[in-house]
């Protein structure tokens, strides 16, 4: 079976406070690109939402950073011939600090709970029971959210995470 993959690229600068109630900020881009092993005349499954970002600046006195959630990404895939799975997986080599996604408004398949994206992770079932009838495609809203602590430090200290998340739709 043809195998679909999309690279979604983020990058997490997270922020350590510098004073009481005060942090750094923690900026996340997103560049969402599209990477085929085949060409084919529809493409199997694809990231839209263009380039996003998103910052933590905030905390509450005597609390860790406020996380910060983005729902702006959807990812759209089509049916195949057997059930089908999408997962997702992630590389970013120096990772310092979390970020995780979920699915949410899944019109085909069942969603799974958070994943955390972890530098060198597996694939992980991420939408699973995609059925070979109904509708050719489905969709999701992809749902990140970036976190940190302040013991993480912050993304001058410690350098922007750049994750290069990857989804693949496959047999079940």
Do not use: W
Not at 116 to 141: E, H, Q, R, S, Y
């Amino acid at each position: 079976m043809r195998q679909k993959q999309s690279d979604l690229k983020e990058q997490s600068p997270r922020g350590r406070g510098t004073g009481a109630g005060v942090t750094s900020a923690i900026v996340i881009s997103i560049a969402c690109m599209i990477a085929s092993a085949s060409v084919v005349s529809a493409q199997e499954i694809s990231v839209t939402g263009g380039n996003q970002t998103l910052a933590i600046t905030t905390a509450t006195l005597g609390s860790e950073p406020i996380p910060v959630v983005n729902a702006v990404t959807s990812l759209t895939y089509r049916k195949q011939s057997v059930t089908a799975k999408v997962t997702v997986s992630t590389s970013c080599p120096g990772q310092s600090f979390m970020l995780s996604v979920v699915a949410i408004s899944v019109t085909k398949g069942v969603a799974a709970p958070a994943v955390t994206l972890t530098n060198g992770m597996p694939g992980i079932d991420f939408i699973t029971g995609i059925p070979k009838t109904g509708p050719a495609t489905g969709t999701a809203t992809l749902q990140y959210t970036a976190s940190a602590t302040f013991s993480q430090g912050n993304s001058v200290e410690e350098g922007n995470d750049v994750h290069t998340v990857t989804y693949t739709i496959m047999a079940q």
